[in-house]
T-cell receptor, first 118, second 108 residues
Framework: QITLKESGPSLVKPTQTLTLTCTFS??????????VGWIRQPPGKALEWLAL???????RYSPSLKNRVTITKDPSKNQVVLTMTNMDPVDTATYYC??????????GGQGTLVTVSS | DIQMTQSPSTLSASVGDRVTVTCRAS??????VAWYQQMPGKAPKLLIY???SLQGGVPSRFSGSGSGTEFTLTISSLQPDDFATYYC??????????FGQGTKVEIK
């Protein structure tokens, strides 16, 4: 059974850097074709894709956030970390991580709500 | 960047109705489209992957079709549990992902 759990601060101040961790089980990021991604959803708004990392360390970033976002992996810990710099109140959202296989993308976590406020 | 244009944004329907949601990609993406159902406060739930493959455990009243740039999610007979928001997502291999804007299915 595959599980994903997002963790990180629930409140950050404007201009601070956000660090979120996705801890997963049931698959390995050393397996060919596997990937982990991050998306977010501001309150009452649509889903927005942020970043993606593959088993071979290939990375993809949303063009609108590329200069602010970094994604890394630690397969030994079954973790993927997303950092986002220069946080702003518009970045207030629920952040989800996702599991990408060769065929599909699934979202198994509860998400983590991050509020940006001074 | 690949854009996904989803329509309609809101859909009012009754139990038993046949419902269709459409996504159009700005360029050809083969069959790399998934459809998700999202309930308030919950993570998206995968319904359909690779445009037309039904995820395990998802009722057969859900179906997907299309390839290239036009994709459709159909609910053959709307049930009370189906009132939710639906999103398409393109996830072309080793490319960026993109979501549609969402379709809220409301009770008529």
């Amino acid at each position: 059974q595959i599980t994903l759990k997002e963790s990180g601060p629930s409140l950050v101040k404007p201009t601070q850097t956000l660090t979120l961790t996705c801890t997963f089980s049931g698959f390995s990021l050393t397996t060919s074709g596997m990937g982990v991604g991050w998306i977010r959803q501001p309150p009452g708004k649509a889903l927005e894709w942020l970043a993606l990392i593959y088993w071979d360390d290939e990375k993809r970033y949303s063009p609108s956030l590329k200069n602010r976002v970094t994604i890394t992996k630690d397969p030994s810990k079954n973790q993927v970390v997303l950092t986002m710099t220069n946080m702003d109140p518009v970045d207030t959202a629920t952040y989800y991580c996702a599991h990408r296989t060769a065929a599909m993308v699934t979202y198994g976590g509860q998400g983590t709500l991050v509020t940006v406020s001074s | 960047d690949i854009q996904m244009t989803q329509s309609p944004s809101t859909l009012s329907a009754s139990v038993g109705d046949r419902v269709t949601v459409t996504c159009r990609a700005s360029q050809s993406i083969g069959s790399w489209v998934a459809w998700y159902q999202q309930m308030p406060g919950k993570a998206p739930k995968l319904l359909i992957y690779k445009a037309s493959s039904l995820q395990g455990g998802v009722p057969s009243r859900f179906s997907g079709s299309g390839s290239g740039t036009e994709f459709t999610l159909t609910i053959s007979s709307l049930q009370p549990d189906d009132f939710a928001t639906y999103y398409c997502q393109q996830y072309n291999s080793y490319s960026m992902w993109t979501f549609g804007q969402g379709t809220k299915v409301e009770i008529k």
